[in-house]
């Protein structure tokens, strides 16, 4: 149960595009489209963002899309806000059935 | 609305015991898969336990296995995590979230509980 691997931070200028990639095995990422994505900003409870790789719930802004590809799974934010600026992790389910967080992304609006 | 209610954090000394509560309420609780999502002081999130809809499957993370109980009463619509033999390691705010039904991924969380292991 290792924890899914992402960069410790990304950060990008007002209105640039920036991506967060989601790195697994073939026993989570690789091996089911279960993968969602969460939001959080500091002293607060995760906030979901994106679910089954590339679904935008209600509530959840259309800057934010998600893809994959193999084993890694990408989260990308458009039109980057300073409401952008907080922490992201990537989920998975995994074959044992239990599920897996990635390492955490701080986005910075610079 | 949905709201998740977490409960029963506080200070324990490594090796007791401490029993958390999540209150449910705005769904229908018996529907719904729930979990526990530990977060430690400035770290990342890391999934503790899931609890199937009717209480009959459970998983754990390997780091709790053995020592922590998740379970559930439909009737009183609140999820519990019972935690044994604790350790400074479980230092973290806990928080209860919500599985879509049908589906695998969390789509409401509660605000957390602090729960510090210190002697």
């Known amino acids: 149960q290792s924890a899914l691997t992402q960069p410790a931070s990304v950060s990008g200028s007002p209105g640039q595009s920036i991506t967060i990639s989601c790195t697994g095995t073939?026993?989570?990422?690789?091996?089911?489209?279960?993968i969602s994505w969460y939001q959080q900003h500091p002293g607060k409870a995760p906030k979901l963002m994106i679910y089954?790789?590339?679904n935008r719930p209600s509530g959840a802004s259309n800057r934010f899309s998600g893809s994959k590809s193999g084993n890694t799974a990408s989260l990308t934010i458009s039109g980057l806000q300073a409401e952008d600026e907080a922490d992201y992790y990537c989920?998975?389910?995994?074959?044992?059935?239990?599920?897996?967080f990635g390492t955490g992304t701080k986005v910075t609006v610079l | 609305q949905v709201q998740l209610v977490e409960s029963g954090g506080g200070v324990v000394q490594p090796g007791r015991s401490l029993r958390l509560s999540c209150a449910a309420s705005?769904?229908?609780?018996?529907?719904?898969?729930m979990h526990w999502v530990r977060q430690a002081p400035g770290k990342g999130l890391e999934w503790v336990a899931v609890?199937?809809?009717?209480?009959?499957?459970?998983y754990y993370a390997d780091s709790v296995r053995g020592r922590f109980t998740i379970s559930r009463d439909n009737s009183e619509n609140t999820l519990y995590l019972q935690m044994n033999s604790l350790r400074a390691e479980d230092t973290a705010v806990y928080y209860c979230?919500?599985?879509?039904?049908?589906?695998?991924?969390?789509?409401?969380w509660g605000q957390g509980t602090l729960v510090t292991v210190s002697s």
């Open positions: 979230a919500r599985e879509e039904w049908g589906k695998v991924y969390f789509d409401y």
């Open positions: 705005g769904f229908t609780f018996r529907n719904h898969a």
């Open positions: 609890i199937s809809y009717d209480g009959s499957n459970k």
């Open positions: 073939s026993s989570d990422v690789g091996g089911y489209n279960y």
């Open positions: 089954d790789v590339s």
């Open positions: 989920s998975s389910y995994t074959s044992s059935g239990t599920r897996v």
